[in-house]
């Protein structure tokens, strides 16, 4: 059986508060994020994004432009990911994947300026690694430490 999936990612607007305060997530994954109910008090250059399945948010993620990148890219063009997530009952789905192969384009139409993507990821968590590797991330070799120890540094050429 194939599915074909209507994914989208749109800058936060207010009409999809309510289904990404529902989110959850599993401990196992909530300590290596943020839930969007915790990312959703934005600051200047903060950027909520909500990845949509039709109009259902099914993901989240912030993208920085803050002086925070500098501890992850020497590039003044670089943008930061931070709090990716998919809520807990849409996972398995491919909607992580598909969100991420989406940005690329999304960046370039929305931040013409931005030429990377950095974030970091715990060392400890593989499933993440895999799925950024899987998109085009590479590790950059750079290290920084986060509340869970070890981050890998890793970039996505724009």
Known sequence: MSQTMNISLHLYEP?????????ELPNDQEKFTALPSKALDVQ????????????????????????????????????????F????????RGYAKQ??????????????NCDEIVLGVNHQNIPAQNLYVGVGFYDTGRRVIGSLGEQFVMSLRI
């Open 15 to 23: 009409k999809y508060r309510e289904g990404l305060l529902s989110f």
């Open 44 to 83: 200047e250059g903060q950027f909520p994004i909500v990845i949509m399945e039709d109009n259902i948010p099914v993901g989240f993620f912030m993208l920085h432009s803050t002086s925070r990148v500098k501890e992850y890219s020497n590039n003044p063009n670089a943008m930061l990911l931070t709090a």
């Open 85 to 92: 997530s998919i809520d807990y009952i849409k996972q398995g």
């Open 99 to 112: 969100g991420l192969r989406l940005l690329k384009k999304y960046i370039q139409y929305q931040f013409p």
